[in-house]
């Protein structure tokens, strides 16, 4: 066990609709990411918060928005979900930048 | 534009034998590269490496950085039924304070 806990396991909807998925952070750790895994990207870097502000970004869509709350839990919210918006996505957290990101055990988007 | 890439893809062998995974890479301002295993779910971290030649072991993992040929490897000895999984490289880099850029993995079957 990470640490780390992500919510919902498994998230089944609709194209066209919005979804939130829920991280809550190892304690102690302040960074928070996003990563997008699926089978032809394999795992992508989508965006990093620490202590509530963003740090980094990767090749996140406009459709996704995350941020992080003054307790430090995360969501990362997906609108206008497509077909090939399912994916495994998982959330990762550090103390700092500069140290290993331990990962949750991620959540299961399907878009029917 | 940075890469990160694995070999083999996969393989197979037997219960006792000895793997070596390669990681290679291409990356400006590189900082670190880190090593994860994933089996069903959340990739759980093995080792971060940041300095060249000097090997980090743990149990019958260990592995080793080249920072002068850009490249990384990771030993399994006596490999075990339980160290079937997928490895996972991946780089970090000084300009992305956190954002990690993961290669596609190499799946790792054992068989007793």
């Known amino acids: 066990d990470s640490g780390v806990t992500q919510t919902p396991k498994h998230l089944i909807t609709a194209t066209g609709q919005r979804v939130t998925l829920r991280c809550s952070p190892r304690s102690g750790d302040l960074s928070v990411y996003w990563y997008q895994q699926s089978l032809d990207q394999g795992l992508q870097f989508l965006i990093q918060?620490?202590?509530?502000?963003?740090?980094a970004k990767g090749n996140i869509l406009e459709r996704f928005s995350a941020q992080q709350f003054p307790d430090l839990h995360s969501e990362l919210n997906l609108s206008s979900l497509e077909l090939g918006d399912s994916a495994l996505y998982f959330c990762?957290?550090?103390?700092?930048?500069?140290?290993?990101?331990?990962f949750g055990d991620g959540t299961r988007l399907s878009i029917l | 534009e940075d890469k990160v890439v694995q070999s083999p893809l996969s393989l197979v062998v037997h219960e006792g034998d000895t793997v070596t995974l390669n990681c290679s890479y291409e990356v400006t301002n590189f900082r670190s590269l880190l090593w994860y295993k994933q089996e069903k779910k959340a990739p759980t971290f093995l080792f971060m490496l940041?300095?060249?030649?000097i090997e980090k072991k743990s149990g019958r993992l260990s592995s080793i950085l080249d920072k002068k040929e850009l490249f990384s490897i990771l030993n399994i000895t006596a490999t075990q039924t339980g160290d079937s999984a997928i490895y996972l490289c991946a780089v970090a880099t000084t300009d992305s304070w956190g954002k990690l850029q993961f290669g596609a993995g190499t799946q790792v079957v054992v068989t007793p």
């Open positions: 940041t300095s060249s030649g």
């Open positions: 990762a957290s550090s103390v700092l930048g500069n140290q290993p990101q331990h």
């Open positions: 918060y620490y202590n509530g502000e963003e740090r």
